[in-house]
């Protein structure tokens, strides 16, 4: 019965041992696997690739794309994919199948085509391809990120799309497996022996009675001995088979819990700044591209497509006065080389509003660029250029995304950006303004006492007319964006507004060469009204602070003039 038992033991070990090996061997899981689209998934102009695929398996996902013609694969953020996807049918590829053959996929009807997505500004990269695209999913930055898969908005986005994820290879049954069957064998084999011995023991029948009770009484002590062993080796193996079910569930339940994060997904993906530095230097070049081609050609129509609001405005003024008088000064050149500093919102809302300080070649001081994203499907357009005024420090401000504030939000601040405004056009229409004391003046701030005297000179030179000057904000032109220090810097747009009327009938008014290009002529007997667009920041103090707020830059330039 030992025996037979014995070689239970070694076979049973045996087949375990081997089942072991083979979960290392011949029956190991592959390293990866592959899941394909359905082929009768609807078709839709735009596919969408969520982000928790990149993630699900761990390592770097990689996609295969075949489709007719060309097409293109941009990588953004969730929240500015969806954006952008907005109302127009799509697909979204969310997950793989049990099975992990097959990507599941969600139809979402809507507009039957769209803009074409390439050249957007909210894609970090873009990979355009024509016929095939095998595509690495690497994050270009921390945080989640999407991918958007078109041809041109209009045609159907290519459906042939397969995905290689990382596969989980660990085999934790393997070693467990390999030591029971050692231990199984081990067993079987000390019951041979066992059974060996005994059968020894009993064929010898010669000796007195005393010897044979001796020889009984060692080969019982024997034979528990070996019992023992055999015993042991074989609850050990048991053990080991107990230890090794309940493993994976013991790991499972004693690994620690991740670190708590110290903002969920969604509000990380909140805080996160609207653009990378690679992105905003790619726009920024685009805009100095587009300027400079404006610029040389005195042609505000080549503007169009990255300018807007009052740059677009004054500038379209400047090519018309400079045209008829060569020696009106040009607007100071948009550089993107030597960017000083940027400011980049991590207001995820729309518009959208981003600053560059720069001083390329032409400029003369450093120059406050503010750039705005209308919507998003619309690119960042530049709104206005502001120089530095002479001896200003630009405050500090996070380089990884900061608030903005709404014009009329006092949270935390000195003045709101409404009222910091209002306050300097005050300061510039009236000399005894009750924000003198309130506003830094002199050298460092020479653009208001330059507009107080230029303001003084007129009326005191201008015998034949009278004259008055006024200030008023553009509400809608305010953006502020919140400090390091926990202050504020606060831009916008003034008009302001030169108005003149002759003291008698039959006095003539006269105007420079630069307003006569706009008004049509040089004299006036009726009167007449200049306008211009006057470009500000100011750093607003925070609350509790003994500090007056700072002109940081200003500039203004003549958009308007006519006769009465």
């Given at each position: 019965?030992?025996?037979?038992?014995?070689?239970?033991?070694?076979?049973?070990?045996?087949?375990?041992?081997?089942?072991?090996?083979?979960?290392?061997?011949?029956?190991?899981?592959?390293?990866?696997?592959?899941?394909?689209?359905?082929?009768?998934?609807?078709?839709?102009?735009?596919?969408?690739?969520?982000?928790?695929?990149?993630?699900?398996?761990?390592?770097?996902?990689?996609?295969?794309?075949?489709?007719?013609?060309?097409?293109?694969?941009?990588?953004?953020?969730?929240?500015?994919?969806?954006?952008?996807?907005?109302?127009?049918?799509?697909?979204?590829?969310?997950?793989?199948?049990?099975?992990?053959?097959?990507?599941?996929?969600?139809?979402?009807?809507?507009?039957?085509?769209?803009?074409?997505?390439?050249?957007?500004?909210?894609?970090?990269?873009?990979?355009?391809?024509?016929?095939?695209?095998?595509?690495?999913?690497?994050?270009?930055?921390d945080g989640e990120w999407s991918l958007l898969l078109a041809s041109d908005g209009t045609?159907?986005?290519?459906?042939?799309?397969?995905m290689t994820f990382p596969n989980d290879t660990s085999t934790p049954w393997a070693i467990?497996?390999?030591?029971?069957?050692?231990?199984?064998?081990?067993?079987?084999?000390?019951?041979?022996?066992?059974?060996?011995?005994?059968?020894?023991?009993?064929?010898?029948?010669?000796?007195?009675?005393?010897?044979?009770?001796?020889?009984?009484?060692?080969?019982?002590?024997?034979?528990?001995?070996?019992?023992?062993?055999?015993?042991?080796?074989?609850?050990?193996?048991?053990?080991?088979?107990?230890?090794?079910?309940?493993?994976?569930?013991a790991n499972a339940a004693t690994t620690p819990a991740p670190a708590p994060e110290s903002?969920?997904?969604?509000?990380?993906?909140?805080?996160?700044?609207?653009?990378?530095?690679?992105?905003?230097?790619?726009?920024?070049?685009?805009?100095?591209?587009?300027?400079?081609?404006?610029?040389?050609?005195?042609?505000?129509?080549?503007?169009?497509?990255?300018?807007?609001?009052?740059?677009?405005?004054?500038?379209?003024?400047?090519?018309?006065?400079?045209?008829?008088?060569?020696?009106?000064?040009?607007?100071?050149?948009?550089?993107?080389?030597?960017?000083?500093?940027?400011?980049?919102?991590?207001?995820?809302?729309?518009?959208?509003?981003?600053?560059?300080?720069?001083?390329?070649?032409?400029?003369?001081?450093?120059?406050?660029?503010?750039?705005?994203?209308?919507?998003?499907?619309?690119?960042?357009?530049?709104?206005?250029?502001?120089?530095?005024?002479?001896?200003?420090?630009?405050?500090?401000?996070?380089?990884?995304?900061?608030?903005?504030?709404?014009?009329?939000?006092?949270?935390?601040?000195?003045?709101?950006?409404?009222?910091?405004?209002?306050?300097?056009?005050?300061?510039?229409?009236?000399?005894?303004?009750?924000?003198?004391?309130?506003?830094?003046?002199?050298?460092?701030?020479?653009?208001?006492?330059?507009?107080?005297?230029?303001?003084?000179?007129?009326?005191?030179?201008?015998?034949?007319?009278?004259?008055?000057?006024?200030?008023?904000?553009?509400?809608?032109?305010?953006?502020?964006?919140?400090?390091?220090?926990?202050?504020?810097?606060?831009?916008?747009?003034?008009?302001?507004?030169?108005?003149?009327?002759?003291?008698?009938?039959?006095?003539?008014?006269?105007?420079?060469?630069?307003?006569?290009?706009?008004?049509?002529?040089?004299?006036?007997?009726?009167?007449?009204?200049?306008?211009?667009?006057?470009?500000?920041?100011?750093?607003?103090?925070?609350?509790?602070?003994?500090?007056?707020?700072?002109?940081?830059?200003?500039?203004?330039?003549?958009?308007?003039?006519?006769?009465?």
């Amino acid at each position: 019965m030992r025996f037979k038992t014995a070689v239970a033991l070694v076979l049973l070990g045996l087949l375990t041992l081997l089942a072991g090996i083979g979960q290392k061997t011949i029956w190991a899981p592959s390293e990866t696997f592959t899941a394909s689209a359905p082929a009768d998934a609807a078709e839709a102009p735009l596919t969408v690739i969520d982000q928790n695929l990149r993630t699900a398996q761990g390592g770097t996902v990689k996609i295969k794309i075949e489709g007719d013609g060309n097409f293109m694969l941009a990588a953004g953020r969730p929240d500015d994919v969806d954006a952008w996807v907005g109302p127009t049918a799509h697909n979204t590829i969310t997950g793989v199948s049990e099975d992990n053959k097959s990507l599941q996929v969600e139809h979402a009807d809507g507009d039957a085509t769209a803009p074409n997505p390439s050249g957007s500004d909210l894609w970090v990269s873009t990979e355009n391809a024509s016929g095939e695209l095998e595509y690495s999913w690497t994050p270009p930055a921390d945080g989640e990120w999407s991918l958007l898969l078109a041809s041109d908005g209009t045609k159907p986005a290519p459906s042939s799309i397969s995905m290689t994820f990382p596969n989980d290879t660990s085999t934790p049954w393997a070693i467990p497996l390999m030591v029971i069957g050692g231990l199984l064998i081990l067993a079987g084999i000390a019951l041979v022996v066992l059974s060996a011995r005994k059968r020894d023991g009993e064929g010898n029948g010669t000796g007195s009675l005393f010897a044979r009770r001796a020889r009984a009484k060692a080969e019982a002590r024997s034979a528990s001995r070996l019992g023992m062993v055999s015993g042991g080796m074989v609850t050990a193996a048991v053990t080991a088979l107990v230890v090794a079910g309940t493993g994976v569930a013991a790991n499972a339940a004693t690994t620690p819990a991740p670190a708590p994060e110290s903002a969920s997904p969604e509000a990380a993906q909140a805080a996160a700044p609207v653009l990378l530095d690679a992105q905003f230097r790619r726009i920024l070049e685009q805009v100095s591209s587009t300027a400079d081609a404006g610029d040389a050609a005195k042609d505000a129509a080549k503007l169009a497509e990255r300018v807007a609001g009052t740059e677009l405005e004054v500038r379209t003024q400047n090519y018309k006065i400079r045209s008829q008088v060569g020696t009106y000064e040009a607007r100071m050149p948009v550089r993107s080389t030597k960017l000083l500093t940027t400011v980049v919102t991590s207001d995820r809302s729309w518009p959208r509003s981003v600053l560059a300080v720069t001083q390329g070649d032409g400029n003369v001081v450093p120059q406050l660029l503010t750039l705005v994203q209308p919507s998003p499907r619309e690119n960042y357009k530049l709104t206005e250029t502001t120089p530095l005024q002479p001896g200003t420090t630009f405050p500090a401000i996070g380089r990884n995304g900061t608030d903005t504030l709404a014009a009329n939000d006092k949270s935390g601040l000195l003045y709101s950006g409404e009222e910091a405004l209002a306050g300097l056009a005050d300061r510039l229409t009236n000399s005894e303004s009750s924000f003198k004391d309130k506003l830094v003046e002199g050298a460092s701030s020479p653009y208001i006492a330059d507009t107080l005297s230029y303001q003084a000179e007129v009326v005191k030179s201008g015998e034949n007319g009278n004259f008055s000057f006024t200030h008023k904000v553009v509400p809608e032109s305010t953006v502020v964006f919140r400090t390091a220090d926990g202050g504020a810097l606060v831009l916008g747009r003034i008009n302001f507004g030169f108005d003149g009327t002759p003291k008698a009938s039959g006095d003539k008014l006269t105007i420079g060469d630069d307003a006569a290009a706009l008004a049509g002529g040089k004299e006036t007997t009726t009167g007449m009204v200049l306008n211009f667009a006057e470009s500000m920041a100011v750093y607003v103090p925070p609350a509790g602070s003994t500090d007056p707020i700072k002109l940081v830059a200003a500039t203004r330039g003549l958009v308007g003039a006519s006769f009465k």
